[in-house]
């Protein structure tokens, strides 16, 4: 929504424009073949497909989502270029050096291991293929720890969320020095993204979307009524929408 968030805009069109202002940042231009790590129904992975008109494979850990995602290539006509699978992120069942671009948005926050998830997609790029990674993180604690009430704000995200824990960016960026990712950069656009969680709120009780989350369940209504955690965590400072991106 802009560097400062202050820019009105459709939600897919804030959604796009992300992945673009993402690329620009990265300095990435072209790519071959692309890993979507975390993929989703494969919004990234088509995305990206059909711009660099390169071959793009997608993991997820959900078998609704690959197929969700296989049914959204063949609507776009990138059946051919692109393979949906269910894999695991930190077991991944590809060869040494497979990709020229390895691409996580907002899968990071769902691993249970941060250090093996970003060695497993080191291990799969290729050498001097770029990583790029954009996930949920914590403010930074060197100098002032999390205090007690932070920690129960982010236990609360975790249990509506279904998350095992988020760091902080500068822990990514140290685990990323280890593997040894070269020309690292970091940015934190948390400005810039947070008014999406005040799109989710408004689009969660619409009057069809309050009939779908009665249907769904008690599970999906209490996510939808949390959505104000991360709203507030994004106004005390607490929750950053950090970026990560190296060549190995």
Known sequence: ??????????RRQAQIDLIEEILNW???QTAENILDVGCGIGGSSLYLADKFNAKATGITLSPV????????????GLSARTLFQVANAQAMPFADNSF???????????????????QECYRVLKPGGTLIMVTWCHRPIAE???????QKH??????????????SLPEYEEIARQLPLNNIRT???????APFWNVVIDSAFTPQAIFGLLQAGWTTIQGALSLGLMRRGYQRG?????????NK
């Open 1 to 10: 929504y802009g560097a400062d968030g202050s820019q009105k805009k459709d």
């Open 26 to 28: 990265a300095g990435v």
């Open 65 to 76: 989502q690959a197929a969700r995602a296989a049914e959204r290539a063949q609507e776009a």
């Open 100 to 118: 020229d671009l390895v691409w996580s948005l907002e899968s990071g926050e769902h691993m249970p291991d941060k250090t093996l998830f970003m």
């Open 144 to 150: 002032t720890p999390l205090t007690a009430d932070e």
């Open 154 to 167: 982010l236990q609360d995200i975790y249990r509506v969320y279904c998350l095992p824990y988020v760091i």
């Open 187 to 193: 940015a934190d656009w948390s400005q810039a993204v």
């Open 238 to 246: 607490l929750i950053r929408f950090g970026l990560l991106c190296g």
